[in-house]
């Protein structure tokens, strides 16, 4: 994978989402069952949420539509009676993100959906930031991932390139993501363990990140979320 660097927008959104999601688990998805429920979470999570009096495209037939301005994306959000109907209306959206019930959507292209309790979210930008915020709070979207350079870090990415920046003191977007992989590691060292440390026992799913800042240049281990971050020794350039 190519070295790129995040933005600030989207390196601040995927540090406030990680922070949510550490304190609030992920029972949080079962407590957005309204419209006003989202955008209070989105604010929390560190987005800037607005409403507008755009009117929200009718084709899904939903009970109300509201149209948010989170950050510079416009969020459309369809709000149903129950959550079977929500999940009915979801099960008919194309997978490629493009048609529903066999008609073009009303979006140039193709746009991210996600369903969860009573609402419908669909949001036709590529902000990676945006993408990775609403991810993280309503699960995996409905439609197939987006690929290319817009495509989000994963949230573990985002706490390694912290603790890297914290450790030599320097600026967070000042440093370059060179690759990250997926990793198992056998114990709760995460393949880093200190001079006479006892791991906790027991597998553990995480990333190997490789890393570059100046003329330093290294790796960062992580579990899946980064919750927990391993540095592994700095390296000349």
Known sequence: MMGRR???????AILALLALL???????ADELSSTRALAATLGKAGATVQE???????VFTAQSAQVLQVNDGL??????????????IAARISTEGVGFLGDDLPWEGRVSCWQVGQLLV???????G????????LGDPLSAPLAGPEEPYPPA??????????????DPTGVEVVGYTTAEWSNGCLGLPKPGEICAPGEVSGWIVDLKAGDQIGSAHTDDLGLQVRLAPFAGG
């Open 75 to 88: 969020v459309y959000v369809y709000e149903y009676a129950t959550g079977e109907q929500a999940r009915g």
């Open 157 to 170: 990415v985002a706490a390694a390139i912290a603790a890297w920046a914290a450790a030599q003191g320097a």
């Open 6 to 12: 995040p933005s600030p927008r989207v390196y601040g």
């Open 130 to 137: 945006l993408l990775l915020l609403l991810s993280g709070l």
């Open 52 to 58: 507008t009096a755009i009117l929200a495209p009718d």
């Open 22 to 28: 550490a304190a609030c688990g992920p029972e949080r």
């Open 122 to 128: 669909v949001y036709p930008g590529t902000d990676g």
